[in-house]
């Protein structure tokens, strides 16, 4: 059983485009977190919210508590943001974890 | 701040010997975290420590251990290695008001 579904797997896109990743959970949770993976990388940590939408340049994170669903956007995507991104809900201090979605922007 | 250190980077084991991945966060937090992950699978928990003292299994606890003898340190033991713990580890702990902090990972080959 998977508490964290992410779509899509694998995403290519072409530099400049518009991105959405979504995340599905099925946990009541406390917050939810928005994670990146660079190839061969460690995790660092982009958003975590509990609701509404949060803004950090290009990257834009929004969650919908009463649906379960949670989405990361990327606006004029860059070769730069090819990674994986991680979607992680917490209920306290448990941490539950998504595959990732691999994004590979083309320039 | 350093966060989160972990070492070492990359690690070739034989199948039997031991070894010890090392955590060691200085921001204070109480909970700290091990996780392995495999490709195509999320982050499995292996244990996990709510403060100095204090650990708990995780998901996949099966063939290693842990202490927390200080706040600032949460070493993973691997006793008798196996290639089934080939993996990429990482440390995690977060803050208070739940923001995480990742260490940069071990990626540990057991041949």
């Known amino acids: 059983k998977n508490e964290v579904e992410q779509s899509p797997q694998n995403l290519t896109a072409q530099e400049g485009e518009f991105i959405t990743i979504n995340c599905s959970y099925s946990v009541g949770i406390s917050a939810l977190h928005w994670l990146q993976q660079h190839p061969g990388g460690g995790i660092v940590s982009l958003f975590m919210?509990?609701?509404g939408k949060k803004k950090h340049g290009r990257l834009i994170a929004t969650i919908n508590i009463q649906e379960k669903h949670s989405s990361l956007h990327i606006t004029a995507s860059h070769p730069r943001d090819s990674a994986v991104y991680i979607c992680a809900p917490n209920t306290g201090n448990q941490f539950y974890f998504g595959t990732g979605t691999s994004l590979t922007v083309i320039p | 701040n350093a966060g989160v250190t972990q070492t070492p980077k990359f690690r070739i084991l034989k199948i039997g010997q031991s070894m010890t991945l090392q955590c060691a966060q200085d921001?204070?937090?109480?909970?700290m975290y091990w996780y392995r992950q495999d490709p195509g699978m999320g982050l499995k928990l292996i244990y996990y420590s709510v403060g100095a003292g204090i650990t708990d299994k995780g998901e996949v606890p099966n063939g290693y251990n842990v202490s927390r003898s200080t706040t600032e340190d949460f070493p993973l033991r691997l006793e008798l290695a196996a290639p089934s713990q080939t993996s990429v580890y990482f440390c995690a702990s977060p803050s208070p008001s739940g923001e995480l902090f990742f260490g940069e990972g071990s990626r540990l080959t057991v041949l």
């Open positions: 919210l509990s609701s």
């Open positions: 921001m204070n937090h109480n909970y």
